[in-house]
């Protein structure tokens, strides 16, 4: 693979995950001594004058205060907070839908606290009942997120498989602990 092409995992001062970036915008913060290489994934990058080993996560040197975005609710940040998986089953499926767990028509809202993400088997056994009326339940209550690390919630969750960024993400099962 390109190291170009890889993204890099941004830590605020205090290893708070604030951003990805791609690896040319991180190699610029390296050369103005914004950040500090935590990780690389150890391929060498060359340019015309110098050859580097690529960085995976860098810490920046001062603190960024910003206020905490206020994440969307779409079918994609439903689906990237219960992490592609079925929230009645357990399944991870490529065909996967939203489901009202109240349904609307007993009043149940389109919110965070009310929308999982659901396989087409579940969804279609489910209906418009209710979880005591079809016996199903929920492996995460679902919640409002509390934070958004990054612009992409895809992303982050992506980035839960790469070994050497999980040590600084939290747990996407850990998100909405607290009120919103
Ligand atoms: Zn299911």
Not at 44 to 71: F, G
């Amino acid at each position: 693979m390109n190291p170009l092409n890889q993204d890099v995992l941004v830590l605020n001062s205090d290893y708070e995950p604030i951003n990805i970036c791609n690896m040319k915008r991180a190699i610029g913060l390296i050369y103005l001594g914004k950040v500090d290489v935590l990780h690389s994934d150890h391929m060498e990058i060359h340019s015309c004058s110098t050859t580097m080993i690529s960085p995976s996560v860098v810490r920046l040197r001062y603190h960024i205060k910003r206020p905490y975005p206020r994440l969307r609710l779409s079918r994609r940040s439903i689906f990237a907070r219960d992490n592609y998986t079925c929230q009645y089953c357990g399944a991870r499926s490529h065909e996967l839908t939203i489901d009202h767990v109240i349904p609307r028509r007993l009043g149940g809202r389109t919110d965070w606290e009310n929308l999982v993400c659901c396989c087409r088997k579940c969804n279609i056994k489910k209906g418009d009942k209710s979880l005591q009326q079809i016996g199903f339940h929920l492996t995460h209550p679902p919640r409002r997120p509390k934070w958004v690390p990054f612009v992409s919630l895809t992303k982050y969750v992506d980035g839960q498989r790469n070994e050497a960024w999980r040590d600084y993400l939290p747990y996407a099962g850990g998100w909405g602990a607290g009120a919103d």
